[in-house]
Structure formats: C-alpha cells, structure tokens
C-alpha cells in the first residue's frame, strides 16, 4: 500500500501533511510533518495540486482558505476535534456583543464559520505574540480556556476574556500525576503544551508547541523528559534523539481523533480523491484574513 501511495501521490501531484498526533504509519509516509502552524504555512506555500491532510477537519479546513484552488482532502471525514466544536458562530457573535466588541481572537482549533467571525486566528506556537501584535486592549479568546489563560499570563496588559472551551486529552493531566512522574524521575525535564491545565503549566520547565516540545526535547542538555501533550510526539521524539527517555504524563495521552487515520484511509483517500473539503464561499472569503495573519505571525 505504501508503494501505491507513492505512485498516486505523483501521478496527481499531491502533498501529504502529517501532524505530529497522528499513527506513526501516518507519520512515517508524510511529505511533511509538524505543528498546526508549520503545517498551515506549507499548505499556503506548495506548488502541488492536491493537499492531503492526515490530521483534524479543522487543520485540512485552514489548508482550503489559505489554498483556495487546490484539492484538499480529510482520509477520513468524521475526524474532528471536540474543542472547536465548543464554540459556534452565533455564540461567539453573543459573547462578543455582551462584552462590548472586543477584537475576537480564535485558536486555529476552530470551525471555519467562528474564523469567519474572528479578527485573527492563532495557534500554540504563536498566541503570545498575536494577541501581543494587537493595538486593541480588549480581547475576546476562542475556545481554549486553557491556552488562553496562558496568553493572559505572558500579555499583561491587555483585558483578556476566556471562552470556556478545552481539548478532553490535555485536560485530563494532572498535577498529581505529574508529580508522580517528578518522583520516578527526579532528573527529568518537564515540556508540556499550553493545552494543559495550570497546575501542569506552572510546574513546567517549558510551555510550546507541539513543535516547541520536540525542539526543546531536542536541544535540552537532559536525558530525561516529562512530556504534557498528546503520546504521537513520541515518533518524532525518538526518531531524531538517541540515548533520551520520554514519559508521557496520564501514560497514554491519546487524541482519537488524531488516530482515526490509518494507511489505509490514507491511500483510500488518494485513490478516490475524498473526503474533499469544501466549504461555503462567503465562509472562506471571510476566514481568509484572519488565518492570513496568523501565519504572517511569528512562533515564541
Ligand atoms: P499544535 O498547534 O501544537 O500543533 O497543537 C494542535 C493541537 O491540536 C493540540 O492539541
Ligand atoms: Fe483537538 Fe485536543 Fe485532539 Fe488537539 S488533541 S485535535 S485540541 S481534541
């Protein structure tokens, strides 16, 4: 099967993209793997036809806006993410009229028709420095109450507002799990992703990315890391260190959705040219601005 993808991918000139939760068969047969950001900007940026998105509706979805004209495609259609699905439109509209117009920032991990309402997107890896970038005062984040609790802490002055969103996989860590690890592993670095409660955060040695995780793993003077994120980070992890122990915290931390893709769905899609993202035009239109300056903005 893997052959069979090779050649298809050729004869249609497409790219695959790969996040860093998905399978490692996913993984291994990539173009490219990254961040939601790196992979956001690789979508914009390549010459090839076809984009397939091994990863969430929400990534292949900010792939289609930003590469209107390509051919995007989701292996697998129901592959979605549960905290861009806690926040809607017309909630967002609410929420934004109740607090009296603040500029709406949304996390990338967010429907297309909550960008279409957002003033700029953002992801993990640089929601510092977009919210920082803002002349505006008052800011509305969306969904992540946790990242964006985050935020508040690292841009002190500006007023900013939560929305009560959270992803179920990084929510589940806890402290006490994290200081179980500590006590097993006393020498180890802690690297978790901003996704993570604040107990978490606060007993970190590093806050990041997916792609901030794995380089700080991967430049940190230790042999020992207490990884806070989603367990498919190993793959990359271990691929690219020798002689580095990792230890996830909760012991599997697993994105289902992340895992829905298998090889199979992967050459299924390239095959059968599905499940095609499309999406309704005056959406995208609107969405484009927003994720446009997202990735115009630099990662911490
Ligand atoms: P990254 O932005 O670090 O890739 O994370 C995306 C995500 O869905 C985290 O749960
Ligand atoms: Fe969404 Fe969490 Fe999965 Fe990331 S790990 S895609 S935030 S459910």
Same mark, same amino acid.
């Given at each position: 099967?893997?052959? +069979? ?51 969430? *509706? ?12 390509? *051919? ?7 592959? /979605? ?11 967002? =509209? ?53 990242? /964006? ?70 430049? +940190?003077?230790?042999?020992?890391? $207490? $990884?806070?994120?989603?367990? /498919?980070?190993?793959?990359?992890? *271990? ?10 915290? /909760? ?18 899609? =390239? ?17 484009? +601005? ?11």
């Amino acid at each position: 099967m893997k052959s +069979e993808i090779e050649v298809l991918k050729k004869q249609k000139n497409a790219v695959i993209l790969a996040h860093y939760y998905e399978r490692s068969e996913i993984q291994e047969i990539a173009d490219f793997i990254g961040d939601s950001l790196a992979l956001a900007q690789i979508a914009k940026d390549t010459d090839a036809d076809m984009i397939v998105f091994c990863g969430v *509706k929400f990534m292949a979805e900010t792939a289609k806006i930003l590469s209107p004209k390509k *051919k995007v495609l989701l292996p697998v259609f129901d592959a /979605g993410c549960p905290m861009a699905d806690m926040a809607t439109k017309e909630a967002v =509209l609410k929420k934004k009229e109740e607090l009296g117009n603040p500029v709406v920032v949304s996390y990338v991990n967010t429907n297309a028709d909550v960008k279409s309402v957002s003033d700029i997107c953002c992801t993990s890896a640089n929601a510092v420095n977009v919210v920082q970038s803002l002349k505006e005062d008052k800011i509305l984040f969306v969904p992540d109450k946790n990242l /964006g609790e985050y935020v508040k802490e690292n841009v002190k002055d500006k007023d900013v507002y939560l929305w009560d969103g959270y992803c179920p996989t990084h929510e589940l860590f806890s402290l006490k799990e994290l200081e179980n690890l500590k006590k097993e592993h006393p020498n180890a670095r802690v690297a978790v992703h901003p996704e993570s409660p604040k107990a978490v955060r606060d007993a970190a040695d590093f806050i990041g990315s997916t792609s901030g995780i794995i380089n700080y793993a991967q430049n +940190e003077d230790a042999d020992e890391f $207490i $990884i806070g994120t989603e367990e /498919g980070v190993l793959f990359e992890l *271990k691929r690219t260190t020798t002689d580095k122990q990792f230890y996830i915290i /909760g012991k599997s931390s697993i994105c289902e959705n992340m895992k829905k893709t298998k090889i199979e769905d992967l050459y299924n899609a =390239l095959k059968l040219e599905r499940y095609e993202i499309t999406l309704d035009r005056e959406i995208m239109e609107k969405a484009y +601005e927003p994720i446009k300056r997202m990735v115009e903005i630099k990662r911490v």
